[in-house]
């Protein structure tokens, strides 16, 4: 089993649509929660970087990390082509090291016009 | 720009021979983090490095790689003797703290033939 689970899709969505991007993990010790944004054949870019549980909200995009179901979300309102990428989570704790990342392989979004 | 630097973008090596990839973090920053992304995979932590010091390498193979990020310069990621299955996107992340988040750069596309 990967610590972190993440389905990679690919989803499909209207211009306008409210997303929602998943990922599930099975270890108790991750402390941080990270959604990066990673178009084609570029550098992963940070969305939204949050600590422990609860929601965080950032322009469109709104982070939610539910321990107790070690379950985190992230969702994009009023969805734009230019949201198409792929969304990347990520977590660390203090047991494996803050600083190093476990990703999810990923979800891929697509904004149809 | 103060973004995080890598360069080249694009290395194309032959089987058995040395890859060197290149990474200026961002402004201010000391942590250097370097990540590799094989196809349809997510980002697989390998080594974590301060000014002079390597602070954690678990995530890197124990022959052939090796990192260094000296006091002046750059940080390199150093493969040597190059085989088909290093080809991947190897990620530079930077931060200004351990517990911080990362930022990462543009990525090297390294092609081994």
């Known amino acids: 089993q990967k610590e972190v689970e993440q389905d990679p899709g690919p989803l499909s969505v209207p211009e306008g649509a409210i997303v929602s991007l998943n990922c599930t993990y099975s270890?108790?010790?991750?402390?941080?929660f990270m959604w990066y944004r990673q178009y084609s054949r570029k550098g992963p870019e940070l969305l939204m970087y949050?600590?422990?549980?609860g929601n965080k909200e950032d322009g469109r995009f709104t982070a939610q990390v539910d321990k107790s179901s070690k379950y985190i979300s992230l969702f994009i309102r009023d969805s734009q082509p230019s949201d198409s990428a792929t969304y990347l989570c990520a977590m660390s704790g203090a047991t494996s090291g803050t600083y190093k990342y476990i990703f999810g392989t990923g979800t891929r979004l697509k904004v149809l016009a | 720009n103060a973004g995080v630097m890598q360069n080249p973008r694009h290395l194309v090596r032959r089987r058995g021979q040395e890859a060197r990839l290149r990474c200026s973090p961002m402004k201010g920053h000391s942590h250097v983090y370097w990540y590799r992304q094989l196809p349809e995979e997510g980002l697989k932590f390998m080594v974590y490095?301060?000014?002079?010091?390597?602070?954690?390498e678990s995530g890197m193979p124990k022959e052939r790689f090796s990192a260094e990020f000296p006091k002046e310069g750059p940080s390199i990621l150093r493969i040597q003797q190059v085989v088909r299955g290093d080809s991947a996107a190897y990620f530079c992340a930077s931060s200004g703290g351990r517990d911080n988040e990362q930022f990462f750069g543009p990525g090297t596309r390294l092609t081994v033939l």
């Open positions: 490095l301060q000014k002079e010091n390597i602070i954690d």
């Open positions: 949050t600590y422990s549980s």
């Open positions: 270890n108790s010790a991750f402390q941080y």
